[in-house]
């Protein structure tokens, strides 16, 4: 994979589902940057930011499973590439 | 920011939109009817399609069906987006625990060959039937006028996903979920003879134009007999000789077709009680594609029920013709 | 007895998905598919659209019912709660019923043209990707039109979306955008709404406006807002996922899929020019401006998706930098061009109050204090003396984007755009190169549209109660009664208008928090509290 420095991003709805998601995502992403608006919270990265089921599931002590990141999600930017234990948003180029 | 003031006292200036107050009467609309009635644009299109010059975007015209207010045909289960996902959802829900546990039980798959491949060779091919209902509902979404009919419509093509979806999931039961059964129920679909009848049928149905016929040849007729000859007909004889497995996964088909029934009868009612000559109208297209429909199914009907396949066809024209008296139509 | 064996993800999409459709023996591909061809995209090989999301309808209803009982919790509560009450200010209401009149037109058009998609596109994957976003466009016009109903019981101007969306003038801009896309191919409106529109713009609506609302205590479109765009997220993969579909098809898709994206990211930009107004003027409480919007959601993260795209052969879209020339002032001229056509729209206007002219000149350095500082203080000073300005006259619309021809040159903030072109012996005019090339693209689309003053001047405007040959006859009142506003009730100037008035009324807040309270009942309040 390239090593793309364009941002991708991803935004979730700011509530109590969404904070262990945040906190997994901050840990395994350490260029990732946190922006909180009102509402909402908007995770920016360069080129690639990843989302680990494992991770997540630490966090939340309970099985999670990825497609259940929609309920709470607000937006993203990237391409997607998605398996059941990996999210993963990216550029190319 | 807090509420300081006492505004559980402050009277509305209105109860409803002005169109479902000019409808329905100066109340509170339900959230069916906010969305349901009169929220389709009517007039001042821009520009003609591309793909149709002959029409506008939306276009009454579309169908040989005339009716004063397109609106009048309504959804009697009354559902909006929420209240239908939130439905199914909870429909999903319970038939997913059901099939967890069949799963775990490894139920079909303990089955004799014979009897796996029977289900094969009906309700997994079955689910390109369905994947061709979708099509069908999908074009009456796409180009049926109103957001009553076309707002259901929407909901029928998902919901026929699903059923494709249901019965492909019977299938992996079978094959240990290698997808096996997925394909040889393809090939029985494509080149088995007992199935071209009705292939040829869903196929004739994939190139009508007039959206109330496609209402009335997949919905009405296709399903009238075919849904019956499945999941009556062939569920009873198949559970009288491998037990109960099958049908408590065929339940959810069936108790979903009943609730379809509801809107698809309610819709050919009205239309056929509006005027005399769309009764007209829709007596001929039953009674074409019934034509057509009840003797591709002849071969289809004897491969699943040997002997007892000219009774069932029999008791599946009756309760056809019944149903069809209660929508004030012309029996067969 | 077997062990339950789980699927992957992927497995379980292809295995449930794949393969429903087939080749059709007893029908010709042609004839069940009779759109896929004549736009000239070439298709080889439908297996190679790949869904990222790879959502079966069990998943979808399951995720997607979660998201509604949630999002009606909130309305029911917000209801419940007069939550109308609660949100900063009655100007903020005003951006609601650009919602209701225009946004939800919009959401209806997209589920009705991807249901046609759905129906059209000639491969199962493609068209159940479709279905789905066919059924979520569904949602959110539902979601809007419930979370904006409660409001409809205590203000005016939202109770007629339907009627004003199919006659009124400005709603014409958002009309015809969709209009365009519905009466297009299967191909370009895809391109158009899930690429164009969906992936490189609507994180402008959803995001910061959005955002704006939550900031503004509205919970109920804040909800449905943010609600509505996870599924946009979905969609935007969708949309990208198009793109590289169709340029990995055929070299000779490039150049039409670029063509489109040039003119659709144009037709979809002049469209958000209301969103422009409504971010910058619309929230009493703002998050951020549009100048910086349009730098973080166009240059920034466009820029990183063509970038990713230059691979194919696809450049930015043309005019892409035009505006960006004219981010710092594209809501500032759409705001003078309301408040002076106020008597003729559905909602009432307002100039901007001292503190927000300080926050503009402060976001906008370079363009505010030079060029509409100094025009809406002679604008105030006119409704002070009350005088104020209004344009008397029906302005001169595009032809192609139906908004006045009010735009400036993109190197001269000074000299108003005006280009025009003749087609079949009839003059056209336009409001920028960027619609203008579009119109020379296929002028015999373009000349077909319903433009509104157009329609007025040929009379075509009035209802079948007007009367024409009486005496007392005013063509200018009976075109605004045509277009489902009610003259003296839903325009003219916010602090006389009744949401205002009743605002003040029922809250005892002012209805504009930047300018006191405009009815003696709550200056008395005030002048108290505050004591």
């Not at chain 2, 609106?71 to 209240?83: E, I, M, V």
């Not at chain 3, 976003?133 to 569904?138: G, L, V």
């Not at chain 3, 809501?331 to 300080?358: C, K, T």
Request: include cysteine; charged fraction near 25%; glycine fraction near 4%.
């Amino acid at each position: 994979m390239a090593n793309s420095k364009q941002p991708v991003f991803i935004a979730f709805q700011a509530n109590n589902d969404t904070l262990p998601i945040i906190d997994a995502i901050s840990e395994d992403n350490p260029n990732a940057v946190v922006t909180e608006m009102p509402a909402m919270v908007k995770i920016d990265c360069p080129g690639r930011l990843v989302i680990k089921r494992e991770s997540i599931e630490e966090k939340m002590g309970r099985e999670f499973n990825l497609q259940e990141l929609q309920i709470n999600l607000i937006s993203l930017s990237g391409e997607i590439d998605e398996d059941d234990d990996e999210f993963t948003l990216f550029w190319n180029e | 920011m807090a509420v300081e003031i006492k505004t559980a006292g402050v009277k509305p200036v209105r109860t409803a939109f002005e169109h479902l107050i000019a409808r329905f009467g100066d109340k509170p609309a339900t959230r069916y009817q906010e969305f349901a009635f009169d929220t389709q644009p009517k007039t001042n299109f821009h520009y003609r399609p591309l793909w149709d010059p002959d029409h506008e975007i939306y276009d009454k015209s579309k169908t040989a069906i005339v009716m004063a207010d397109w609106y009048a045909l309504k959804d009697p289960r009354q559902f909006y987006y929420g209240s239908y996902t939130i439905a199914r959802a909870k429909q999903q829900d319970a038939i997913d625990q059901q099939m967890a546990f069949l799963d775990e039980r490894g139920a079909l798959s303990e089955l004799p060959d014979q009897a796996k491949r029977l289900i094969t060779f009906s309700l997994v091919a079955l689910r390109h039937y369905e994947w061709g209902s979708n099509t069908n509902n999908n074009f009456i979404a796409a180009y049926g006028y109103g957001t009553t009919i076309t707002q259901a419509a929407t909901m029928a093509m998902c919901d026929r996903l699903a059923m494709a979806q249901h019965l492909s999931r019977i299938g992996l039961f079978l094959d240990d979920k290698t997808g096996v059964s997925l394909d040889e129920a393809k090939e029985f679909w494509m080149s088995h003879s007992a199935w071209q009848g009705l292939r040829r049928q869903v196929e004739n149905m994939f190139v009508v134009s007039d959206w109330f016929e496609l209402m009335v040849a997949q919905n009405l007729v296709a399903d009238g007999i075919v849904c019956p000859l499945i999941f009556q007909e062939f569920d009873r004889h198949f559970r009288s000789k491998h037990g109960n497995d099958l049908s408590s996964l065929t339940n959810y088909s069936v108790r979903w077709q009943k609730d379809f029934t509801r809107w698809v009868d309610a819709v050919i009612k009205t239309a056929a009680a509006e005027s005399a000559e769309n009764r007209e109208l829709i007596d001929t297209w039953v009674k074409n594609w019934h034509l057509h429909i009840n003797s591709a199914i002849d071969g289809l009907a004897s491969e699943l029920l040997g002997d007892e396949a000219t009774a069932s066809l029999t008791t599946i024209n009756n309760e056809f013709n019944v149903r069809l008296s209660k929508l004030g139509l012309s029996a067969i | 007895m077997t062990k339950a064996k789980k699927l992957s993800l992927k497995q379980n999409y292809t295995m449930l998905t794949k393969g429903l459709d087939w080749e059709p023996s007893y029908q010709k591909k042609e004839d069940i598919f009779p759109q896929l061809s004549f736009e000239g995209i070439k298709i080889h090989n439908w297996d190679n659209w790949e869904d990222p999301f790879r959502l079966t309808i069990d998943a979808y209803w399951k995720y997607q019912g979660e998201k509604e009982k949630k999002l009606y919790a909130i309305i029911d509560a917000f209801q419940q709660n007069n939550g109308q009450f609660n949100v900063t200010d009655a100007r903020y209401i005003q951006a609601l019923k650009i919602f209701i009149n225009a946004v939800v037109g919009l959401e209806y058009s997209a589920w009705r043209g991807f249901t046609r998609l759905g129906r059209e596109l000639g491969d199962a994957s493609p068209r159940i990707a479709t279905q789905m976003q066919a059924i979520d466009e569904m949602r959110h016009a539902t979601t809007q039109t419930h979370a904006i109903s409660h409001y409809n019981r205590f203000f005016e101007g939202m109770g007629n979306a339907p009627y004003q969306y199919d006659h009124a003038w400005y709603l014409s801009i958002p009309k015809s955008f969709f209009d365009d896309a519905c009466s297009a191919g299967p191909f370009e409106f895809i391109v158009a709404i899930s690429f164009a529109f969906e992936y490189v713009l609507t994180n402008l609506v959803f995001m910061p406006w959005m955002s704006g609302a939550a900031y503004n205590g509205d919970m109920s479109t804040v909800s449905f807002g943010f609600s509505a765009q996870s599924d946009e997220a979905r969609h935007m993969t969708l949309g990208l996922e198009v793109i590289k579909f169709l340029l990995e098809q055929d070299p000779d898709n490039v150049a039409i899929v670029q063509k489109w994206i040039d003119k659709w990211f144009w037709r979809a930009y002049r469209v958000l020019s209301l969103v422009a107004t409504m971010m910058d003027y619309m929230l009493p409480k703002r998050v951020m401006s549009w100048d910086e919007a349009w730098t973080i959601y166009y240059e920034e993260n466009g820029g990183a998706l063509f970038a990713d795209l230059a691979r194919y052969g696809i450049k930015p879209p043309r005019n892409a930098e035009v505006t960006i020339k004219e981010k710092g002032r594209l809501s500032h001229e759409m705001w003078s061009i309301f408040y002076a056509n106020r008597d003729v729209v559905g909602f009432p206007l307002w100039l901007p109050s001292q503190e927000e002219m300080a926050w503009f000149s402060e976001k906008y350095p370079d363009t505010f204090d030079k060029y509409y500082r100094p025009r809406f203080e002679y604008w105030q000073e006119l409704e002070d003396l009350g005088t104020p300005y209004t344009n008397s006259t029906l302005p001169q619309l595009c032809q192609v984007c139906q908004w006045p021809c009010l735009f400036t040159e993109a190197d001269d903030p000074t000299e108003f755009v005006h280009r025009e072109t003749e087609f079949d012996g009839e003059i056209f005019h336009f409001c920028s190169d960027g619609c203008h090339q579009i119109f020379e693209d296929e002028p015999k689309k373009y000349i077909q549209a319903w433009l509104p003053v157009h329609q007025i001047y040929m009379g075509n405007c009035l209802l079948p109660d007007a009367d024409p040959s009486s005496p007392d006859f005013n063509p200018m009142a009976e075109a605004i009664r045509y277009m489902g506003i009610k003259p003296g009730v839903d325009g003219g100037l916010f602090k006389d208008h009744s949401d205002a008035k009743n605002w003040e009324k029922w809250t005892e807040r002012p209805a504009n928090i930047h300018q006191g309270a405009s009815t003696d009942f709550v200056r008395k309040t005030s002048s108290q509290n505050s004591k």
